[in-house]
């Protein structure tokens, strides 16, 4: 492997584009450790962390600007565990899902369960997308907000068409803090915490409508066998206490409602999307005009603002490119580990400096000069 410096004026002042756990802000690391000297270790039930836990579903509904009757869940483990839940807890009949790439099968195949009617799963090839259709008998439609793992966004939309009673669930980890969209075309806005809002894992947030409340409470009420970590009854009358079921990540809920306070201090939602789409035209824009890439969603609508996913033609390799750069300490753009594609996966979560972008192509740039 070639040995390439990459000189220190060109690097970012911080090197992680990490599409997995995301950059914390030097400012929540400082402000952590106060709390982590009078909280950490005390009861989760109490006050200080009751009022913690108001304060983060405050801001989150800020955030999101949440239509009336809507409430935030919050729940322990992270997105994948909601997913059991919903299937437990919101699922009746019936599940149609979109699927194109690795989160979207997932959630897929766990609406499989044996309660229910085998889902329609309406697939396409990862780096493109499909679209949910109205389908009789059909109580749950799930996607997810923006694919992380092929860098595929969809819009937050209701199903033209669809039951009266469907639900629309969207799967929004990525997309949660750094893409704008509208809260009532979504029944449950579901996410964890350690992308855009930089945190850590141990939790999974959802935002639900009147309508998935009452989905929540009639099936607890009837005798479909619910394990409690699972049941979204008990999470949500946790939740409207200010505590989880079992204990949660203390630190994950600060580092979580320090971000949330920050992107409302500087314009809320529509700020952070412009920030997002800014840092990821730089680096779609750099693609169209460099001779050895291009982008790998090649529908620029379908193309992520929080992930973006370059290709690199056949004679660059682009897992030597991304260690080159782990080497400079500019860390975790390689691409996705199942996908197998000759590329680079790049975050622009909000909390990455759209400057640190530009540096990051330079310094892409200075290495595919020497390669």
């Known amino acids: 492997m070639a040995q390439i410096v990459i000189p220190e004026n060109l690097k970012p002042k911080d090197g992680r584009f990490g599409c997995g756990p ?3 802000r030097p400012e929540q690391i400082t402000s952590f450790v106060q709390f982590a000297q009078e909280h950490m270790g005390t009861s989760h039930r109490q ?8 304060e983060l579903k405050q801001g989150l509904s800020e955030l999101f600007r949440a239509p009336a009757g809507y409430e935030v869940i919050l729940g322990n483990g992270g997105a994948s565990a909601f997913w059991d839940a919903a299937t437990f807890s919101l699922a009746t009949r019936k599940g149609q899902t979109l699927v194109h790439g690795e989160f979207g099968s997932k959630f897929a195949k766990i609406l499989g369960a044996p309660w229910l009617a085998s889902p329609s799963v309406i697939s396409a090839e990862p780096g493109t997308r499909g679209e949910l259709v109205a389908e009789a008998g059909v109580d749950i439609y799930a996607y997810p907000h923006n694919e992380t793992s092929a860098g595929v966004v969809t819009s937050v939309k209701r199903v033209s068409g669809a039951d009266g009673d469907a639900l629309m669930l969207t799967d929004a980890t990525s997309a949660a803090g750094g893409i704008d969209f509208e ?10 915490p350690q992308k855009n809002f930089a945190s850590d894992g141990g939790l999974w947030i959802a935002m639900v409508s009147p309508k998935a409340i009452e989905r929540i409470e ?15 009854k008990l999470a949500l009358d946790n939740s409207r206490d200010n505590y989880t079921l ?17 992107i409302n201090q500087n314009g809320g939602l529509r700020w952070a999307d412009a920030r997002t789409k800014q840092s990821s035209k730089l680096l779609f ?5 460099t001779e050895v890439t291009h982008a790998f969603v090649e529908n620029p609508e379908h193309r992520s603002q929080v992930v973006a996913t370059i290709n690199f033609a056949d004679h660059i390799d682009a897992l030597e490119l991304a260690q080159i750069l782990r080497e400079n300490g500019i860390v975790d753009t390689e691409p996705y580990r199942k996908l197998g594609k000759n590329q680079l996966r790049i975050a622009t979560f909000v909390s990455i ?14 290495v595919l000069g020497r390669m």
């Not at 809260?183 to 964890?192: H, M």
């Not at 079992?246 to 306070?261: D, G, R, S, W, Y």
């Open 22 to 24: 995301s950059k914390m």
């Open 353 to 366: 400096e759209p400057s640190d972008i530009e540096a990051l192509i330079d310094c892409i740039d200075y």
């Open 218 to 232: 009639s099936v607890a009420a009837s005798d479909r066998y619910i394990p409690n970590i699972l049941s979204l």
């Open 47 to 54: 006050m200080p962390i009751r009022n913690l836990v108001g």
């Open 285 to 289: 824009d750099w693609a169209e005009r």
């Open 183 to 192: 809260l009532s075309e979504s029944d449950a806005y579901y996410f964890a």
């Open 246 to 262: 079992n204990t949660p990540a203390l630190a994950t809920v600060f580092f979580m409602n320090e971000q949330v306070k920050w």
